[in-house]
């Protein structure tokens, strides 16, 4: 059975330890030089970086998110063993884990590891597909010859090339499609490689719960559960005519995904749909100018952002969650994409004014979508607003002030509030 030493990178046949330097990290699969999907998952990688920059923290466990009143965005594995849970109540994974520490997100540092590991991939593949800053897919169809190595090798190097060069850890899901290699990569972690292949499919999902099915939300789940399918096993019993009746759509990726079937391609350009920025109080808040200056804040993030991707959008969103986690949204669409911070305040402040609910609200969020590519941005003149031009060249000049001396070097006075 070939077999992979994943500290040397030695092919053989299968062993316990590698025959070269004989270490027992070791990966065999009969189809280990056969397969090409594959998916990468950094493991804990907010928190893996800020240990990375602060050897301090190796040990401890740490927690990236908010305030009390927030939410985690991801936590170390030493906060994990104690039950800590991305999106979890920040006040939650502190009873949990009351020693932890806490550390707000620095974006613009993940970025830019980010970015360090997508060149990494790069060198690979064209074939990529990002999921997240922390995550994506990959194709290394017919790169064997290119590389004079099966694509598990590279991947092998990949991952190890990311923890020498970066400081950072992933885990690697190879499969032959995309279904299949996300559940992969989350089977080992962290620093796990594992291989699901065609001959095993069926044996391999048949006694899985469903909830491995990637992309079926809360609702989806608990209607699978009202239908009695917990397991693929489950799933596998029902005719696909029965499964769209009951399910719609869902019925038919359903019946191919309970077979292992997944002929969704590894698509670089996968669209993306929409660019937002929200924060949790520290305290629920009815006060006008506390949220009109996140509004600001909120509308220049995500802008930022958009003009980082090169995109605009038409459609504008407030989001709001009351005191009960309940929520309320607002949606606007402008004559034309924008992706200035100064039209999209004036829109969401617009959409504010009309909620008629007093508050005290415990969350506020902005967003763009109906994204476009930035060229078709803020063309039109607004004869309502003639000055609309003038503080979009001002706001161009603030953010090449921004982009060289820092985010703090300019600041509006209503973000200070």
Same mark, same amino acid.
């Not at 240990?51 to 305030?67: M, T």
């Given at each position: 059975?070939?077999?992979?030493?994943?500290?040397?990178?030695? &092919?053989?046949? =299968?062993?316990?330890?590698?025959?070269?330097?004989?270490?027992?990290?070791?990966? %065999?699969?009969?189809?280990?030089?056969?397969?090409?999907? %594959?998916?990468?998952?950094?493991?804990?990688?907010?928190?893996?970086?800020?240990?990375?920059?602060?050897?301090? &923290?190796?040990?401890?466990?740490?927690?990236?998110?908010?305030?009390?009143?927030?939410?985690? =965005?991801?936590?170390?594995?030493?906060?994990?063993?104690?039950?800590?849970?991305?999106?979890?109540?920040?006040?939650?994974?502190?009873?949990?884990?009351?020693?932890?520490?806490?550390? /707000?997100?620095?974006?613009?540092?993940?970025?830019?590891?980010?970015?360090?590991?997508?060149?990494?991939?790069?060198?690979?593949?064209?074939?990529?597909?990002?999921?997240?800053?922390?995550?994506?897919?990959?194709?290394? =169809?017919?790169?064997?010859?290119?590389?004079?190595?099966?694509?598990?090798?590279?991947?092998?190097?990949?991952?190890?090339?990311?923890?020498?060069?970066?400081?950072?850890?992933? =885990?690697?899901?190879?499969?032959?499609?995309?279904?299949?290699?996300?559940?992969?990569?989350?089977?080992?972690?962290?620093?796990?490689?594992?291989?699901?292949?065609?001959?095993?499919?069926?044996?391999?999902?048949?006694?899985?719960?469903?909830?491995?099915?990637?992309?079926?939300?809360?609702?989806?789940?608990?209607?699978?559960?009202?239908?009695?399918?917990?397991?693929?096993?489950?799933?596998?019993?029902?005719?696909?005519?029965?499964?769209?009746?009951?399910?719609?759509?869902?019925?038919?990726?359903?019946?191919?995904?309970?077979?292992?079937?997944?002929?969704?391609?590894?698509?670089?350009?996968?669209?993306? /749909?929409?660019?937002?920025?929200?924060?949790?109080?520290?305290?629920?808040?009815?006060?006008?100018?506390? &949220?009109?200056?996140?509004?600001?804040?909120?509308?220049?993030?995500?802008?930022?952002?958009?003009?980082? /991707?090169?995109?605009?959008?038409?459609?504008?969103?407030?989001?709001?969650?009351?005191?009960?986690?309940?929520? &309320?949204?607002?949606?606007?669409?402008?004559?034309?994409?924008?992706?200035?911070?100064?039209? @999209?305040?004036?829109?969401?402040? %617009?959409?504010?004014?009309?909620?008629?609910?007093?508050?005290?609200?415990?969350?506020?969020?902005?967003?763009?979508?109906?994204?476009?590519?930035?060229?078709?941005?803020?063309?039109?003149?607004?004869?309502?607003?003639?000055?609309?031009?003038?503080?979009?060249?001002?706001?161009?000049?603030?953010?090449?002030?921004?982009?060289?001396?820092?985010?703090?070097?300019? @600041?509006?006075?209503?973000? @200070?509030?």
């Amino acid at each position: 059975m070939p077999a992979l030493c994943r500290d040397c990178l030695t &092919l053989f046949d =299968s062993g316990p330890r590698c025959p070269a330097c004989e270490r027992p990290r070791v990966i %065999a699969h009969p189809e280990l030089a056969d397969l090409s999907i %594959a998916h990468m998952d950094c493991d804990a990688f907010y928190a893996s970086v800020e240990k990375r920059d602060n050897p301090e &923290l190796a040990d401890k466990p740490v927690i990236i998110g908010g305030g009390r009143r927030g939410v985690v =965005s991801t936590a170390c594995y030493v906060a994990r063993i104690r039950g800590v849970r991305s999106a979890m109540p920040m006040f939650k994974a502190l009873q949990l884990c009351p020693d932890a520490v806490i550390i /707000k997100p620095r974006m613009e540092v993940y970025v830019g590891v980010s970015r360090q590991i997508r060149a990494m991939m790069e060198e690979l593949t064209p074939a990529i597909e990002p999921l997240s800053l922390d995550e994506a897919f990959m194709d290394l =169809s017919g790169t064997s010859r290119l590389h004079g190595a099966p694509p598990a090798v590279m991947l092998a190097r990949l991952v190890k090339r990311m923890q020498a060069e970066l400081g950072v850890t992933g =885990s690697i899901g190879l499969s032959h499609n995309k279904f299949l290699a996300k559940i992969a990569s989350d089977l080992d972690k962290p620093r796990g490689f594992a291989v699901i292949g065609k001959a095993e499919t069926q044996a391999f999902l048949r006694p899985k719960p469903v909830r491995m099915l990637w992309g079926v939300g809360q609702a989806g789940q608990e209607s699978l559960d009202r239908a009695g399918i917990r397991t693929f096993e489950d799933l596998l019993r029902w005719e696909r005519r029965d499964l769209e009746a009951r399910f719609g759509s869902m019925g038919t990726r359903l019946w191919h995904l309970a077979r292992g079937e997944d002929h969704r391609r590894v698509n670089r350009n996968s669209p993306v /749909k929409s660019i937002s920025n929200e924060t949790t109080f520290n305290e629920d808040t009815a006060d006008a100018d506390i &949220l009109d200056g996140h509004l600001w804040r909120l509308s220049e993030k995500t802008t930022d952002r958009a003009k980082a /991707k090169g995109m605009a959008g038409r459609t504008v969103t407030l989001k709001l969650r009351r005191t009960n986690f309940s929520i &309320l949204t607002r949606r606007m669409t402008l004559p034309d994409a924008t992706q200035m911070a100064d039209r @999209l305040y004036r829109a969401s402040r %617009a959409l504010f004014d009309q909620v008629k609910e007093p508050g005290p609200w415990r969350l506020i969020g902005v967003g763009l979508s109906d994204l476009v590519p930035e060229a078709q941005a803020d063309r039109a003149g607004d004869l309502l607003d003639p000055q609309a031009g003038v503080r979009a060249k001002a706001e161009r000049a603030a953010d090449e002030i921004r982009a060289r001396f820092g985010n703090e070097a300019i @600041l509006k006075g209503r973000a @200070l509030r």
